[in-house]
């Protein structure tokens, strides 16, 4: 597991945030986040999901269903290889909650067996 993608929908606050957190303490591997609703992401200056990026990466780490879904979509299309594994990160957790506690969930049961 060399390349790590987060998605969410605007890359503002979850998968930035995830990005963020893992790049300072993983700096051995290489992260990303980006969102999957363009329009919001051109309105807001955040990464918008790109093909390049999900042929990128390894494992994608995705918010909510429906951004898998929107990823799975993709791949049917182009007929990606189906190495990619998806994580789904959806939790009844705030954002504020999440920042703590699911990173540090994800950090001791993910990136620490890498």
Do not use: H, W
């Given at each position: 597991m060399k390349n790590i993608l987060f998605v969410c929908s605007a890359n503002k606050q979850r998968s930035k945030t995830a990005d963020d957190y893992f790049?300072?303490?993983y700096p051995d591997l290489h992260f990303e986040s980006a969102g999957t609703n363009l329009k919001i992401c051109q309105q807001e200056g955040t990464n918008p999901l790109t093909e390049e990026m999900v042929e990128w990466a390894d494992v994608?780490?995705?918010?909510?269903?429906c951004h898998k879904d929107q990823i799975n979509q993709y791949k049917t299309i182009v007929k990606l290889p189906t190495r990619r594994y998806f994580k789904n990160l959806k939790s009844s957790f705030t954002i504020s909650?999440?920042?703590?506690?699911?990173?540090?969930?994800?950090?001791?049961?993910?990136f620490q067996q890498s």
């Open positions: 790049s300072a303490k994608i780490f995705v918010m909510d269903k909650k999440l920042r703590f506690k699911i990173l540090l969930r994800l950090d001791s049961k993910v």
